[in-house]
């Protein structure tokens, strides 16, 4: 069964940095757009960042634009989430997710095929 497995999330004090990683069991990242989403409590899921599969393009939603930068090491088979300047409202359980063949970095949530179980992050001091 292909999977995705989150990590990295934990509690971290506001103006800190964290690191999600994105790793991928039994198939290959390459060919996938990789979307970073999250959920805080009594909120809609919504999408935070996503690198395309093709040229590596990437979007962010604007409020974190300037503090998140996702990544892709292929040869890791692992997309990142470098998360810096972070504040409460940050707050939520990260998923990221896999979308076969897309090649332009688009955060609609149907077009994900693959969903990991998600890691908590909580900015708090």
């Known amino acids: 069964q292909l999977q995705l497995v989150e990590s990295g999330g934990g509690l971290v004090q506001p103006g800190g940095s964290l690191t999600l990683s994105c790793a991928a069991s039994?198939?290959?990242?390459?060919?996938?757009?990789i979307g970073w989403f999250r959920q805080a409590p009594g909120k809609e899921r919504e999408g935070v960042s996503c690198?395309?599969?093709?040229?590596?393009?990437?979007y962010y939603a604007d409020s974190v634009k300037g503090r998140f930068t996702i990544s892709r090491d292929n040869a890791k088979n692992t997309v990142y989430l470098q998360m810096n300047s972070l504040k409460p409202e940050d707050t939520a359980v990260y998923y990221c997710?896999?979308?076969?063949?897309?090649?332009?970095?688009?955060?609609?949530?149907?077009?994900?095929?693959?969903w990991g179980q998600g890691t908590q992050v909580t900015v708090s001091s």
């Open positions: 997710a896999a979308a076969r063949g897309l090649t332009i970095a688009m955060m609609t949530q149907g077009r994900y095929d693959y």
């Open positions: 039994k198939f290959t990242l390459d060919t996938y757009a």
């Open positions: 690198i395309s599969s093709r040229d590596g393009s990437t």
